[in-house]
């Protein structure tokens, strides 16, 4: 809604049903316009869920640097070691 309070302001939106609605109101509906504008920006879910296998967290994959892919640095140490693992296991030394 477009209000002016009463002309005592310039006329702004709100995104709440009146002048007098109920805090949680607010909140659940700038939360939304907020989840909107995310989503819309990037064109996607403003989430990801972690990549290490067997883990389903779900992390803010946006900040300094690349895009995060695990939730933790534990499952990107244990992702980077069966990573290593599996690179290795056909590598047989050969015997004397
Ligand atoms: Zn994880």
Excluded at 6 to 19: C, N, V
Excluded at 49 to 59: D, F, K, N, S
Aim: hydrophobic letters at 40%.
């Amino acid at each position: 809604r477009l209000t002016s309070h009463a002309g005592t302001a310039p006329w702004h939106p709100h995104i709440d049903s009146g002048d007098d609605a109920p805090w949680d109101e607010w909140f659940r509906a700038a939360s939304a316009v907020a989840l909107l504008a995310v989503v819309w920006e990037r064109q996607g879910p403003p989430g990801a869920v972690c990549a290490a296998r067997g883990c389903a967290r779900v992390l803010i994959p946006y900040g300094a640097g690349p895009p995060r892919r695990y939730c933790s640095r534990r499952c990107a140490t244990r992702e980077r070691v069966a990573a290593h693992r599996a690179r290795t296991a056909g590598d047989v030394s050969p015997s004397a």
